[in-house]
């Protein structure tokens, strides 16, 4: 079950003013390093936005698109960082997406949240906007029944101007070199599994400017089957996806967004992480060709070293969990039921 802790808000402010004031700074200069490909006539205010960067996402781009249009989104801005395998004609194909080229770093731009929060900044503040990457699809209690502008104006009424989330890992049930996504098909139907324990955290801030204790999640497919003997492994698992942008909102780093009580939120939906698809070793050597993941893509160094140990690695065991919609994920913990009621 996840637990849920009540974390103290304490930070000097003076350290997190200066750190916002930086961070702006940089969501400027990124600004210069994108390139408009295709511009939309001005959103309305009551819109809602997916933004992602992309690099190679053409066999996840489709049910991106797809799972986020069925949730009620209205327009995409995509941010290409130089893709090669035809993503780019793939966005430019839909009509209801924006496109931008990304040429500067990567690493550079905040693993690409400040190419984000420009373009952010750039179509309009005062709306919601939901922030993923493309193997990343945001899901909720009855979200089959009720869309993010429901979702939206349920937390504008209690008061809230965000929804943190889970980054929950699927997967199949045969080994991951033969877990293909057929063309056209769906994620969930090509990995369906995940495991049903996560323990909710409270771990100390990885932005030191801040001074700050944020919510992180241990367990999961990764910490089961990447740890080494003497070397346990976690991911970052926190996120919030889904805000209303005004303009003290940033993203300090993927994991993190300020102002900071909008990570601790009561209410949480999960986003159903499809990394572990057939394609995962050839993306884990290109992660570390490029060195543009965090600490030089330590992350993905690790990966390949438990592949090459492991080359027929299957994540499904015994304890796997199907999912059958977001309620499989309310029964297991994992998040909240809400009160559509209210």
């Known amino acids: 079950m996840v637990k849920r802790i009540k974390l103290a808000a304490r930070y000097t402010w003076p350290v997190a003013h200066w750190h916002r004031r930086a961070k702006r700074l940089a969501i400027r200069r990124a600004g210069s390093e994108l390139v408009a490909v295709r511009r939309l006539p001005p959103a309305s205010a009551h819109a809602i936005i997916v933004v992602a960067c992309m690099r190679d996402e053409s066999i996840r781009l489709p049910d991106f698109l797809r799972h986020y249009r069925e949730l009620g989104v209205d327009r995409f801005i995509l941010i290409d960082n130089l893709s090669r395998d035809g993503s780019r004609e793939l966005a430019l194909a839909e009509p209801d997406v924006e496109l931008y080229t990304a040429h500067g770093s990567y690493a550079g731009s905040a ?30 209690d009855r979200c089959g029944e009720f869309d993010l502008m429901r979702l939206a104006e349920r937390l504008e009424k ?100 300020y102002p900071y009580e909008q990570n601790f939120l009561a209410d949480r939906g999960c986003l159903l992480h499809f990394k572990f698809l057939s394609d995962f070793h050839d993306r884990a050597v290109a992660a570390v060709s490029h060195g543009e993941h ?27 969990l199907r999912y059958r919609g977001p309620e499989s994920l309310v029964a297991a913990g994992l998040m909240p039921a809400m009160d559509w009621k209210q």
């Open 111 to 140: 693993f690409g949240t400040d190419w984000v929060m420009w373009c952010i900044q750039s179509t309009g503040l005062g709306r919601w906007y939901l922030v993923a990457d493309i193997d990343e699809l945001l899901v909720y």
């Open 158 to 257: 209690k008061g809230s101007t965000a929804l943190p989330a889970l980054m929950l890992d699927m997967y199949g049930d045969q080994p991951l070199a033969t877990t293909h996504l057929a063309a056209g098909g769906r994620l969930i139907d090509t990995c369906p599994l995940f495991d049903g324990f996560y323990r909710r955290d409270e771990t100390a801030l990885r932005d030191p400017c801040a001074r700050r204790k944020c919510v992180d999640y241990l367990g999961g497919p990764r910490a089961r089957v990447f740890s080494l003997p003497g070397r346990p492994f976690y991911g970052l698992l926190a996120k919030t996806p889904l805000m209303r942008w005004g303009s003290e909102t940033l993203y300090p780093n993927a994991h993190l967004a």
């Open 294 to 320: 965090w600490l030089g893509s330590k992350e993905y160094r690790h990966y390949l070293e438990v592949l090459k140990l492991r080359p027929n690695l299957s994540l499904a065991f015994e304890g796997s």
